[in-house]
């Protein structure tokens, strides 16, 4: 009876110890995958293709306002806002990537939006940069968040017509798509969404993969605790499913030798896509390397969607 007894208890003592670790690997993961990073990291793009002094000097000569706004939890959001310097309708809220920060990832379209007339909208996601939170949305409260921008310029222009167009970098392509499918404001004209992921879960499944980390038991494990941890199932993170109900017309970029969010990505996307749609693939280009890539190419898309879709212009 004694060694049953222990027996039971051995068993029981691995059984809890292996639970355990179990919950331990899946809690781990979400705090170093979801949590914010109290510093702007170096981001490869910036690090590699800084800005020169003059597009520098020529962004910091442009007149600028900090705009904030309040998330549907109670959080402070806060952007970057640079006004056209003509009388314009147009509109562009840039939605930043991964562990950066609105001007880090968007500081390359700031000239060339505020060129051509538009008012641009550089905003920090919840858990980035100067807005608050804690964890990050992953585009999944961010897509609320954005909303929530979109509703703020329109205040900010008295509710006068817009023409307003989103686009996004990255995490910021997925934000994009997944506030596609909500109810958007018909001053929403078009979306630009450059090397979005179509779901979160096999985003990051493919970077463990990629560093050869067992993905199945720590996938398992953060799927159980997501909600707890981090507010949010992320297996709820399916921009595919969003997409499928946008109406809203959308220009997908990405770059056919991005080794992070894989090319296979917005091939599904575009295909989910009943909305007008149009798909620029960027030969050669990295990860968030599209515009940098073919500059002029890039521009001219853009230019020639939006001018597709937004009306009663004011030059």
């Known amino acids: 009876m004694k060694n049953k007894k222990k027996t039971w208890l051995t068993v029981a003592s691995v059984g809890l110890g292996v639970t355990a670790g179990y919950l331990l690997t899946g809690y781990l993961s979400l705090r170093y ?86 008012h641009v909208l550089i905003p920090d996601d919840r858990a980035h940069g ?16 954005i909303m929530q921008w979109i509703m703020r310029i329109q205040e900010y222009f008295d509710y006068q017509p817009l023409n307003i167009m989103l686009h996004g970098v990255s995490m910021g392509a997925s934000a994009v798509l997944m506030a596609s499918g909500e109810d958007l ?6 979306i630009v969404a450059d090397c979005g992921y179509a779901s979160a879960r096999e985003q990051l499944s493919s970077v463990l993969k990629a560093h050869h980390i067992p993905t199945h038991i720590i996938m398992s494990s953060a799927s159980l605790l997501s909600k707890k941890v981090i507010g949010y199932d992320f297996n709820n993170i399916d921009v595919i499913k969003q997409v499928e109900k946008s109406h809203i017309p959308t220009l997908f970029i990405h770059g056919d030798q991005d080794s992070f ?15 007008p749609k149009e798909l620029f693939i960027v030969p050669g280009a990295e990860h968030c390397d599209s515009y940098i890539t073919d500059p002029k190419g890039y521009e001219s898309h853009v230019l020639q969607f939006t001018n597709k879709y937004f009306t009663d212009e004011k030059q």
């Open 261 to 275: 969010v894989d090319y296979q990505n917005v091939k599904k996307l575009y295909e989910a896509c009943h909305a």
């Open 185 to 190: 404001s018909s001053d929403v004209k078009c």
């Open 33 to 118: 995958a979801f949590k914010r990073k109290n510093y702007k990291q170096k981001h490869a793009t910036a690090v590699t293709h800084p800005l020169s002094e003059e597009e520098k000097n020529y962004i910091a000569s442009l007149k600028q306002e900090t705009l904030t706004t309040t998330s549907f939890d109670n959080l402070a959001l806060k952007a970057t806002f640079f006004p056209a310097d003509i009388a314009s309708n147009k509109v562009v809220i840039c939605i930043h990537g991964y562990h950066s920060y609105g001007m880090l990832d968007n500081q390359y379209f700031i000239r060339f939006y505020h060129e051509h007339g538009f």
């Open 130 to 145: 100067d807005s608050e939170g804690e964890y990050i949305g992953f585009g999944y409260y961010d897509r609320l968040d």
